[in-house]
């Protein structure tokens, strides 16, 4: 799977409008791996330093909600978990987001 740019709103879009974005839990997984940062973060460095990109740290957030909208500034001593690998992790955000879709609507 690429790891460019993924448009994570694509799927919201509805007559030129966006629809507001659920809360995707990811499960987790024996091969996820645990930090414990040791500095100020954020998700889009994590996500560049695991995933290669730094454009999928939506999917850190997603495997931590405990941390609600704090990505901007994570604190040292913070636990987080990576979920890992990224293709499996991308492939079960798309059918949750797929059957969101299915079950909510838009």
């Given at each position: ?10 799927s ?18 024996p ?16 996500s ?16 931590n909600p ?35 879709i ?5």
């Amino acid at each position: 799977m690429a790891r460019g740019y993924f448009d994570r709103y694509k799927s919201f879009k509805f007559d030129g409008n966006i629809k507001p974005v659920p809360f995707i839990q990811l499960d987790i997984k024996p091969t996820d791996e645990y930090i414990i940062t040791k500095e100020n973060t954020r998700f889009d460095i994590l996500s560049q330093r695991y995933f290669g990109t730094a454009t999928h740290g939506f999917l850190i957030l997603q495997a931590n909600p405990e941390l609600g909208s704090l990505e901007n500034d994570i604190k040292p001593g913070t636990r987080i978990r990576i979920p890992l690998p990224f293709n499996d992790t991308m492939v079960e955000y798309n059918e949750k987001v797929k059957n969101h879709i299915k079950y909510y609507g838009l």
